[in-house]
């Protein structure tokens, strides 16, 4: 019913900047919030940060200041601009929104297949 495609991730030095992309498509009559997760290897699922549908955010400590959720509600695509990178930002991103079906015949989170991004030098 609906699918969230990320992309943008890589490799990057650390220091640098990777945007990340997450485009939500199928029986969507609108879209809530909308989040950034990320899962390091053996580490539990974090959120990152969110955006509401009014653009309200919110970031985790460890984010602020260095990056950057936006969202283009016309083609139901949320952004995260990562900047200044670090090694310990290395982990798979998921991006995770708050969906009403079409028709509104019922409401759900989903969750893309996630992207990763590593950190190295």
């Known amino acids: 019913q609906v699918q969230l495609v990320e992309s943008g991730g890589g490799l990057v030095q650390p220091g640098g900047s990777l945007r990340l992309s997450c485009a939500a498509s199928g029986s969507i009559f609108s879209i809530n919030d909308i989040a950034w997760y990320r899962q390091a290897r053996g580490k539990e699922r974090e959120s990152v940060a969110t955006?509401?549908?009014?653009?309200?955010?919110n970031y985790a400590d460890s984010v602020k200041g260095r990056f950057t959720i936006s969202r283009d509600n016309g083609k139901n695509t949320v952004y995260l601009q990562m900047n200044s990178l670090k090694a310990e930002d290395t982990a798979v991103y998921y991006c995770?929104?708050?969906?009403?079906?079409?028709?509104?015949?019922?409401?759900?989170?989903?969750w893309g297949q996630g992207t990763q991004v590593t950190v190295s030098s």
């Open positions: 995770a929104a708050d969906v009403i079906l079409a028709s509104l015949r019922g409401a759900g989170r989903y």
């Open positions: 955006i509401t549908n009014g653009g309200s955010t």
